[in-house]
């Protein structure tokens, strides 16, 4: 019997019972109390998330949707900008500011690699008379599996008053961050992945300093405004009708992680990362990163050549009902990715691995079955002691 999928994506992930009865009911007055006072309760949770003070808003859209709203909110026709870039998604928040006009010079590092805070630093002290408006940055880069040490870059960047903008979209309550002590300018994220709830919400929370810069920014927007996004959530509103659903599985999944608190969340993600990457290697296989580069989200393994990804994939999928992404480019077929990210449990990474020896073992890669298993197994036997 095959039942429900195992969704083991780096989103969206799977979403917690809990959450879904919470979004299972009749619509109610967007202006009126009770959803002001679910407004309130969701945006100070997410600011605990984000570990900030500044600005939050949220907006009816996927992660890019956020991303777009940071560049035409914050970054003006013909300002420079420095992308970095790790992978996919560094690309596309590259390719969103030019888009809306910005001169963009892009810092490209190898995939599976994280960036290097010191070549950060190098380039923007050429930059003596300040014409980088902005850097660009994402914290989980989903495509490979690394991440970016953003506080490391944040540093780097001294007292150059570029604005630091992050695309967490897939890191936020995954790996460790802190807009405020690490002075993060512009930090956007989505619903569907550590937030445990379907996509269609994107997060974005902007400094005092970001918002200065707004004051005289040229771009134009209407659905994106921030000014009319803050005027709203004062009268306890959002500009547009929002996803309501979306906002009672938001305020259960923040009440889910409050519960858990956040450094908990965090270092569950981290143990999880460790145990599935502990795991693969007993199994002989490789990993894209190395382990100073790992993500907590999601883990990118090279398959085995005379396999390939995509057929380890599609056999999971076929036996098991288990779904793991595949690469992106370049990637496709050359790896496939394992989510644990979000509302992932214990028992869900011993499935995966288990069924992945199985299929190892079907596709004649030479393994003893319970090799990795045993590893995880001991890795959880020994979280339960503490
Ligand atoms: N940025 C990162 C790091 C992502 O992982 C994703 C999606 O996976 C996005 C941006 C884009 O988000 P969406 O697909 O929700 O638009």
Request: hydrophobic fraction near 45%.
């Amino acid at each position: 019997m095959k039942g429900e999928p195992y969704l083991f994506l780096p989103g969206p992930t799977p979403v917690p019972e809990r959450v879904c009865r919470a979004m299972n009911r009749p619509m109610i007055n967007h202006r009126g109390d009770e959803f002001k006072d679910i407004l309130e309760d969701v945006v100070a949770g997410i600011k605990q998330i984000y570990r900030t003070r500044a600005n939050v808003l949220i907006y009816p859209a996927s992660g890019t949707g956020g991303l777009e709203a940071a560049v035409v909110n914050f970054i003006s026709p013909g300002d420079q900008v420095l992308a970095v870039s790790i992978g996919v998604f560094g690309d596309r928040f590259a390719m969103i500011a030019s888009n809306f006009g910005a001169v963009v010079e892009k810092m490209d590092f190898s995939w599976g690699t994280g960036a290097d805070p010191q070549k950060i630093k190098e380039r923007l002290a050429q930059d003596t008379d300040h014409q980088i408006k902005a850097v660009l940055i994402t914290q989980n880069e989903t495509s490979t599996g690394a991440y970016n040490d953003v506080k490391a870059v944040r540093e780097a960047m001294g007292d150059h008053p570029a604005l630091l903008m992050v695309d967490a979209v897939s890191g936020l309550a995954a790996i460790e961050l802190r807009m405020d002590e690490w002075k993060l300018d512009v930090v956007i994220s989505g619903s569907q992945k550590a937030f445990m709830i379907p996509p269609g919400l994107s997060f974005m929370a902007f400094s005092d300093r970001a918002y200065q810069v707004h004051k005289s920014n040229t771009n134009t927007s209407y659905y994106w405004n921030v000014d009319q996004g803050m005027e709203y959530q004062l009268k306890g509103q959002t500009p547009f009708t929002p996803p309501i659903s979306l906002y009672f599985g938001l305020h259960e999944a923040l009440q889910m992680m409050a519960e858990e608190g956040l450094d908990n969340v965090i270092a569950r993600h981290t143990a999880y990362r460790d145990l599935v990457r502990a795991s693969l290697r007993a199994l002989g296989l490789k990993l894209l990163t190395e382990d100073r580069y790992a993500s907590a989200a999601v883990t990118s393994v090279i398959a085995p050549p005379e396999i390939g990804a995509n057929q380890i994939r599609k056999y999971m999928f076929d036996q098991f009902n288990i779904i793991l992404a595949g690469g992106q480019q370049s990637l496709d077929n050359v790896v496939f990715r394992v989510g644990h990210l979000g509302y992932i449990r214990e028992l869900d990474l011993l499935s995966v691995l288990a069924a992945l020896e199985i299929t190892l073992l079907h596709f004649k890669f030479p393994l003893e079955l319970g090799t990795g298993l045993k590893i995880a197994q001991k890795a959880i036997f020994d979280m339960h002691q503490q």
